[in-house]
């Protein structure tokens, strides 16, 4: 019934209500549209749950802007995976998660603020630390009596620490904010706007909003919260995967390298939408390892009555059980098994509309890792570039195998419904002189 529950209205059925239930048990998940997190105790933690404008910023401007943000976005990943990747001449065990926190922060960094903001050790730390001390603190007060958290959370030491980021955060968002609001007003129409994701929020914020540096502030690390880590997991998940399959290796470098070659050596648009196999292994290693075994979390705030008689009562909060479904072989051949270019295969087979919902960024009814509906995940166009980019550049540039010659992946780790990668394990790294 899910293709008939997401055509109702929120007044009816709310991703929000089911976000802001507190009487849930939080877990640690945090997804780009983040209709994946079980519940977030989201005043008791200092995450910006609902936000309008930002929506519209990442549906508005960032998405319809990646061709052109393109180079920008390219320039960052291999500059970062240069400062940050060693040397490599011989096989060097190296932990990707901390490597790929950083890159990541840096590339997301430079949409979100700037190249100058986005190479600041201070934000850069800021960034990444700030999604694991909010979500900590929204788990952490879960642990009390609902009568308790409004006289407790102050007290507990993830929520403070939550809150001293937040101005550590504000004393270097402020003062940019300040700075374009004055040069904006000096500059009349000659002024040339920056254009990142603070400009944004800025040109479509009220004057209130704008001047309001607190909520700048909140928006900026709203949108690291919803980026960086999640789009770490799936570069992680990948190398998870590509690791001990080298079977794979080959094939996507040399994609790779034929798919340049006929777009003069440049990543683009429409180099992203060649390299098919790349994409195809992504998605399967997404469906193979989702961020969250169910999905489609929402509460029900009127009575509904489905047109199959089930019955819907107000109050209650529903889940779609998405990993099954995604590993039921009613729904695709050999579910249970890992084929990494199975989704381009059926894009070869099919063609238009069909095609593409064999995507990476596809979301239906039977693959909904990036959610399901109008509130499916805004971002996932602009993490599917990232995690593409990087990909690709580890791929042609560097040789990859497990540790110890092995040949099965880390295990996941299972925290309540959500799956995450081993992220204290190390892989195997050789500069590819080719």
Request: proline share 4%; aromatic share 8%; net charge neutral.
């Given at each position: 019934?899910?293709?008939?529950?997401?055509k109702?209205?929120?007044?009816t059925?709310s991703?929000v209500e089911?976000l802001?239930?507190v009487?849930?048990r939080?877990?640690?998940?945090?997804?780009s549209s983040?209709?994946?997190?079980?519940?977030l105790?989201a005043?008791?933690?200092?995450i910006l749950?609902?936000?309008?404008?930002?929506?519209?910023v990442?549906?508005a401007d960032?998405?319809p802007q990646l061709?052109?943000?393109?180079?920008e976005?390219?320039d960052?990943?291999?500059?970062?995976?240069s400062?940050?990747m060693?040397?490599c001449k011989?096989?060097?065990?190296?932990?990707a998660?901390?490597?790929?926190?950083?890159?990541?922060a840096?590339v997301?960094g430079?949409i979100?603020v700037?190249?100058e903001?986005c190479?600041?050790?201070?934000?850069?730390?800021i960034?990444?630390?700030?999604?694991n001390?909010a979500?900590?603190?929204?788990f952490?007060?879960?642990?009390?009596?609902?009568q308790?958290?409004p006289?407790?959370y102050?007290?507990l030491?993830?929520?403070?620490?939550a809150?001293?980021l937040?101005?550590?955060?504000?004393r270097?968002i402020?003062p940019l904010?300040s700075r374009?609001i004055?040069?904006?007003?000096?500059?009349?129409k000659?002024y040339?706007k920056?254009?990142?994701?603070?400009?944004w929020?800025?040109?479509r914020?009220t004057?209130t909003?704008?001047?309001d540096l607190?909520?700048?502030t909140?928006?900026q690390?709203?949108?690291?919260?919803?980026?960086?880590?999640t789009?770490?997991m799936?570069?992680?998940?990948?190398l998870n995967?590509?690791a001990?399959?080298?079977e794979?290796?080959q094939?996507?470098r040399?994609?790779?390298r034929t798919v340049?070659?006929?777009n003069?050596g440049?990543?683009t648009?429409r180099?992203?939408?060649?390299?098919?196999k790349?994409d195809?292994?992504m998605?399967?290693?997404n469906?193979m390892n989702?961020?969250?075994?169910a999905?489609?979390?929402r509460k029900?705030?009127r009575?509904?009555?489905?047109?199959d008689?089930?019955q819907?009562?107000?109050?209650?909060?529903l889940l779609?059980p998405?990993?099954?479904?995604?590993h039921?072989?009613k729904?695709?051949q050999?579910a249970?098994t890992f084929?990494?270019?199975?989704?381009a295969?059926?894009?070869e087979?099919h063609?238009?509309l069909?095609?593409?919902?064999?995507?990476y960024v596809a979301v239906?009814?039977k693959a909904m890792q990036f959610?399901?509906?109008?509130?499916?995940?805004?971002?996932?166009?602009f993490?599917?570039?990232?995690?593409?980019i990087?990909?690709?550049?580890l791929?042609?540039?560097?040789e990859i195998?497990?540790l110890?010659?092995?040949?099965?992946?880390?295990p996941n780790?299972l925290?309540?419904s959500n799956?995450m990668?081993?992220r204290t394990k190390e892989?195997?790294?050789?500069?590819?002189q080719?």
């Amino acid at each position: 019934m899910l293709d008939e529950l997401r055509k109702l209205p929120d007044s009816t059925i709310s991703a929000v209500e089911a976000l802001e239930e507190v009487r849930i048990r939080a877990v640690y998940c945090p997804v780009s549209s983040s209709l994946h997190i079980q519940s977030l105790a989201a005043k008791y933690s200092t995450i910006l749950v609902e936000s309008p404008l930002r929506i519209h910023v990442v549906k508005a401007d960032l998405t319809p802007q990646l061709a052109t943000l393109m180079p920008e976005i390219v320039d960052e990943v291999q500059s970062a995976l240069s400062d940050e990747m060693p040397i490599c001449k011989d096989w060097t065990a190296i932990n990707a998660n901390n490597v790929l926190l950083r890159v990541i922060a840096r590339v997301s960094g430079r949409i979100f603020v700037g190249e100058e903001t986005c190479r600041n050790e201070e934000w850069m730390g800021i960034s990444i630390d700030y999604t694991n001390v909010a979500f900590a603190a929204s788990f952490g007060i879960k642990k009390w009596h609902p009568q308790l958290r409004p006289f407790v959370y102050r007290f507990l030491s993830d929520y403070r620490r939550a809150v001293q980021l937040g101005i550590d955060a504000k004393r270097i968002i402020g003062p940019l904010v300040s700075r374009r609001i004055k040069a904006e007003a000096e500059g009349g129409k000659d002024y040339q706007k920056p254009n990142d994701s603070l400009q944004w929020l800025m040109d479509r914020a009220t004057e209130t909003e704008r001047r309001d540096l607190d909520k700048m502030t909140r928006e900026q690390l709203s949108l690291s919260l919803a980026a960086i880590h999640t789009t770490t997991m799936g570069v992680l998940q990948a190398l998870n995967e590509l690791a001990p399959r080298p079977e794979y290796i080959q094939p996507l470098r040399e994609e790779l390298r034929t798919v340049l070659n006929q777009n003069d050596g440049v990543f683009t648009k429409r180099t992203m939408e060649q390299l098919k196999k790349l994409d195809s292994f992504m998605k399967e290693c997404n469906r193979m390892n989702p961020v969250t075994v169910a999905s489609f979390r929402r509460k029900i705030l009127r009575d509904v009555t489905l047109s199959d008689g089930t019955q819907l009562r107000a109050g209650t909060v529903l889940l779609a059980p998405s990993d099954a479904i995604a590993h039921d072989d009613k729904h695709l051949q050999s579910a249970s098994t890992f084929d990494g270019f199975r989704w381009a295969r059926m894009r070869e087979e099919h063609s238009g509309l069909q095609a593409g919902r064999e995507q990476y960024v596809a979301v239906s009814d039977k693959a909904m890792q990036f959610g399901y509906g109008r509130h499916a995940c805004p971002g996932r166009f602009f993490a599917a570039n990232e995690i593409k980019i990087i990909l690709a550049n580890l791929l042609l540039n560097y040789e990859i195998k497990m540790l110890d010659g092995a040949h099965e992946r880390y295990p996941n780790q299972l925290w309540d419904s959500n799956l995450m990668p081993d992220r204290t394990k190390e892989f195997m790294f050789k500069r590819n002189q080719a």
